[in-house]
């Protein structure tokens, strides 16, 4: 299906959580008590990051999703100042609903897209909605492909061989970071402002330490007949 795409115009998309605080996660139990969590999954700032490859090895600028008012205080004092060439978007449970998603398709996508292409996702219900299949084809001209349901695991190159080393990264660089201290439940506290900022700073780092070649590795593993048709 995806042979007639040369690997310049294979992309796969997704999203995942960051946290500010990256301790080792476990989970433990005493035997006839309740599971206990470690205070690393009790996490107190959490972020959305979307993430983008194409089958050649490039990298896309990721799209961050804060929690926040669209329009508000964050989207008009923070967006600013923060790094340029990546963008940003604020939600109310910092998660991709379709509005964001609608953003992230003509801000990020649409700027990568040159000629006719397919994107290869999962099958969340802002992916695949109505909206979604019209931008990427009426305004993208891309072909929106689903992957099969609990399949990502071994068809979706980011989960293939991205993945695990962008969360290693933001990790390795986290530990190498002066930890901000103080109270982020007030999303305008200076606190709060500095975790996002060193959030963004760090995934982006995190992201810029991705090499092409794994980004093509993760393609090859998880669509072998594309690589090998170009």
Known sequence: EYASYSNDCVFNVDETGM????????????????????????????????????????????MFVMRGTPGGRIESTEFPTFPPGHYYAVQEKAWMDGRVWAQYLREVLGESIEEPSVVLLDNFECHVSDESYKIMYEELGAHLCPLPPNSTSVCQPLDVGVMAPFKRNLRNLWLLEEQIVGDDEDPFSPTACQKRMAMVKRAIAAWDMVSDDVIRRSFEKAIPELVADN
């Open 19 to 62: 946290y500010y605080d990256l301790p080792p996660s476990y989970i433990w139990s005493v035997r006839g008590g309740s599971s206990k969590i470690s205070a690393g999954e009790k996490h107190s700032m959490r972020m959305t990051a979307v993430l983008t490859v194409r089958a050649d090895g490039t990298k896309l600028p990721l």
